[in-house]
């Protein structure tokens, strides 16, 4: 396998591999939260995201969502179809919580009556502002039927996550995806991670939190959580 490293994100570096149209992901065990400002180096954190990651990707490819997921490669890495990140963090939110319950002072953990979808402009210099599909066409970041397409699959994605974690004794409160423009076609396609990182799971019974928050907040031990929040996942379908 190449080696040539096309990028290094907060979490995970992308290397080219001997095939165009595919990419491999390497998962790093560095942790950041607000923006970066906060930093960590937490041994075994790359493979526990790696490992979820993977996992979910699989069941989602397997339920007809489609997605740049290949396959797992080793621990720490997974093969990837070759994209162009659509530069938005698309937010999907069932339960109040982080910059939803502060923004409009809404309880954490409050159900809400109809999930919501939120679009923010993935631009670390500008904070990941929220934006709204005016902007969003304005900018060209992404025109009408790309909308409706990622809409569309970020409510699919929301389906099946909320079957598989209810089905462990989970809650999902919220999560963040990414989209990309495959190299080969065009096609959109989810993207990224699905990860602890990058998702809110609370224990159903207790409200424990099982997710990066434990990072955020400093409430809990990451590794223990993630490991755990794996094997949970192991018995899922
Ligand atoms: P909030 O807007 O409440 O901070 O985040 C909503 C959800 O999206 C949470 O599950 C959070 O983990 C995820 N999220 C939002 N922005 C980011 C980001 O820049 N990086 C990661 N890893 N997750 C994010």
């Not at 290397?15 to 165009?20: G, L, Q, R, S, Y």
């Not at 970066?36 to 699989?58: E, H, M, Q, T, Y």
């Not at 396959?71 to 720490?76: F, Q, T, V, Y």
């Not at 997974?78 to 698309?90: R, S, Y």
Request: aromatic share 6%; net charge negative; proline share 3%.
């Amino acid at each position: 396998m190449s080696s040539q490293m096309l990028y290094e994100g907060k979490a995970k570096k992308i290397f080219k591999t001997e095939d165009p149209s595919t990419l491999l992901v390497r998962y790093k065990d560095d942790a950041t939260a607000f923006n970066g400002k906060k930093k960590a180096v937490i041994p075994g954190k790359g493979r526990l995201n790696n490992l979820i990651s993977s996992k979910l990707f699989d069941v989602l490819n397997r339920k007809g969502i489609n997605n740049h997921f290949v396959k797992r490669l080793s621990d720490n890495e997974q093969l990837v179809k070759a994209v162009e990140i659509i530069p938005l963090e698309v937010v999907v939110r069932n339960i109040a919580a982080g910059s939803l319950s502060r923004r409009l002072g809404i309880e954490e953990g409050t159900p809400l009556k109809r999930s919501i979808i939120e679009f923010y402009f993935k631009d670390d210099a500008l904070g990941d502002p929220m934006i709204n599909d005016d902007h969003i066409r304005m900018m060209d970041i992404a025109d009408d039927s790309d909308l409706v397409q990622i809409r569309q699959t970020a409510q699919d994605v929301n389906r099946v996550l909320k079957e598989i974690f209810d089905g462990i004794g989970v809650l999902l409160v919220d999560f963040k995806l990414e989209f990309g423009k495959l190299k080969s076609n065009g096609g959109i396609v989810l993207a990224d991670e699905i990860s602890p990182d990058t998702c809110r799971l609370w224990d159903k019974a207790t409200h424990e939190k099982l997710d990066k928050d434990v990072f955020r907040q400093d409430i809990g031990d990451l590794p223990q959580v993630y490991e755990k929040l794996l094997e949970r996942l192991e018995d899922a379908q």
